[in-house]
């Protein structure tokens, strides 16, 4: 899950929310809805990095990402990637 937050850091905002829309989105679905399994702490922490790559999926993104405890892990790309802009659109997702 970590690799693929750092593949998505790589892609276009545009190559992103198609990944999103593809598989993304029902696979986070499914992980919360604990489907094959649990969703771990260590997990939800990796996959909540995603959600700073998307644009037109930011608001669903923010939403499934404060849907479970998650933390910044040692090794995170979050704070190196996350702009003041990306800081600003995540705020106003997540109230929206």
């Known amino acids: 899950m970590n690799q693929i937050g750092w593949d998505m850091s790589a892609l276009s905002a545009d190559a992103v929310d ?4 593809t598989w993304m989105r029902t696979y986070w679905d499914d992980r919360l809805a604990s489907i094959p ?3 771990t702490l260590e997990e939800a922490s990796a996959m909540y990095t995603w959600v700073i ?3 037109d999926s930011l608001e669903e993104g923010v939403a499934k990402a404060i849907a479970s405890p998650a933390a910044i892990t040692q090794h995170s790309r ?4 996350v702009t003041t802009e990306r800081i ?3 705020q106003l997702a997540s109230k929206g």
């Open 18 to 21: 198609q990944h999103w829309r």
């Open 37 to 39: 399994t649990e969703l």
């Open 53 to 55: 790559y998307l644009s």
């Open 78 to 81: 979050l704070l190196r990637d």
């Open 88 to 90: 600003v659109a995540i």
